[in-house]
């Protein structure tokens, strides 16, 4: 069981970029067949991923937001960001950092953190 912390700035005005933090801990971000997905919640809507980063460094988006979605890791820091770019009100919602194991075996999840996008 790995503990997963998201992390940044409560805040973001549009056409900023957004970035946010997972540290995690209890467990390697290098650790074979997981992946660190980034998965969000629009106020009174469901589930939707963003994007993840595996345990080799490969990456893949969700196709509506890949064109402003990068996921990347540190392995110093056992951290995995996600920077959003060009940020409209329509971002806005609970961000989550989800541990999937190969599969797309949901494992632990970070606790969320909300993000509103306003000027």
């Known amino acids: 069981q790995v503990q997963l912390q998201e992390s940044g700035p409560g805040l973001v005005k549009p056409s900023q970029t957004l970035s946010l933090t997972c540290t995690v801990s209890g467990g390697s971000i290098t650790t074979r067949d997981h992946y660190w997905v980034w998965i969000r919640q629009p106020p009174g809507k469901g589930l939707s991923w963003i994007g993840y980063i595996g345990y080799n460094g490969r990456t893949n988006y969700s196709p509506s937001l890949k064109s402003r979605s990068t996921v990347s890791k540190d392995t110093s820091k056992n951290q995995v960001t996600l920077h959003l770019s060009a940020v409209t009100p329509e971002d806005t919602g609970v961000y989550f950092c989800?541990?999937?194991?190969?599969?797309?075996?949901?494992?632990?999840w970070g606790q969320g953190t909300q993000v509103t996008v306003s000027s």
């Open positions: 989800v541990n999937v194991i190969e599969g797309w075996k949901y494992g632990d």
